[in-house]
């Protein structure tokens, strides 16, 4: 828990159950307007918080641990009334639809109107970075984007799903214009992992979002 001086009063969460959500935590707790962060990890927690993020990590192991710490439904609950951005495998999460999911199929939270493929650039030695525009998010100034067994979205099912990113170059097999970060409403969803870099525009973004939706 990190507490800040501030007199926002917003509560951020991160879903800790897998993944890189520690650095999420780290980066929250550089905004002024959060007032405090929550590794959220029980229901009761999760209530607690204003928005919430899931973080990058294996999406197969994240469903599998949140079914077990009974944390699916309330975490679909919860996608579906408060703002919510998923990262990499928390983009997985919180889409409709999966490609290229475990055998046998594995749990989403679903909420977002979109089709994603999970590995789209392959194994890991096809993680890579660059420099992204998305304007609708942080004007001008491009984003450093680092992508690690990255999913993209291959398809927008809703008129309301914003895309507010694209590659801007051909990535293995990848052609530039694919996307890899929508806005629907309350719900934002990036495919590469801004916790990674020092850059909290993205994170300042959604806080301005969770302040925006608990007025
Ligand atoms: N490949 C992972 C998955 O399918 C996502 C990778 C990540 O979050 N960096 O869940």
């Given at each position: 828990m990190v507490a800040s001086e501030s007199n926002?009063?917003?509560?951020?969460?991160?879903?800790?159950?897998?993944?890189?959500?520690?650095?999420?935590i780290h980066i929250l707790s550089t905004i002024p307007e959060v007032k405090e962060v929550i590794a959220?990890?029980?229901?009761?927690?999760?209530?607690?918080?204003?928005a919430l993020i899931i973080p990058g990590g294996e999406s197969t192991s994240m469903a599998l641990i949140a079914e077990r710490c009974n944390m699916l439904?309330?975490?679909r609950k919860f996608v579906r009334a408060k703002p919510t951005w998923g990262t990499c495998a928390g983009m997985i999460m919180l889409a409709n639809?999966?490609?290229?999911?475990?055998?046998g199929g594995q749990q989403l939270l679903g909420g977002?109107?979109?089709?994603?493929?999970?590995?789209?650039?392959?194994?890991?030695?096809?993680?890579?970075?660059?420099?992204?525009?998305l304007p609708d998010a942080l004007g001008d100034e491009p984003f450093?984007?680092?992508?690690?067994?990255?999913?993209?979205i291959t398809s927008v099912k809703s008129d309301t799903v914003k895309v507010i990113g694209r590659l801007e170059k051909k990535i293995g097999q990848t052609d530039p214009e694919t996307i890899v970060a929508v806005r629907q409403d309350k719900l934002l969803a990036t495919a590469f992992h801004p916790e990674l870099t020092r850059d909290n525009r993205l994170h300042s973004y959604f806080v301005r979002m969770a302040l925006e939706y608990k007025q």
């Open positions: 926002a009063s917003v509560v951020l969460g991160v879903l800790a159950l897998q993944g890189a959500f520690i650095e999420h959220v990890r029980t229901e009761e927690q999760l209530n607690s918080v204003d439904e309330p975490l639809e999966a490609t290229g999911a475990k055998k977002l109107d979109i089709c994603v493929n999970r590995n789209q650039f392959g194994s890991q030695k096809e993680s890579f970075d660059t420099m992204l525009h450093h984007a680092v992508f690690i067994r990255a999913p993209v």
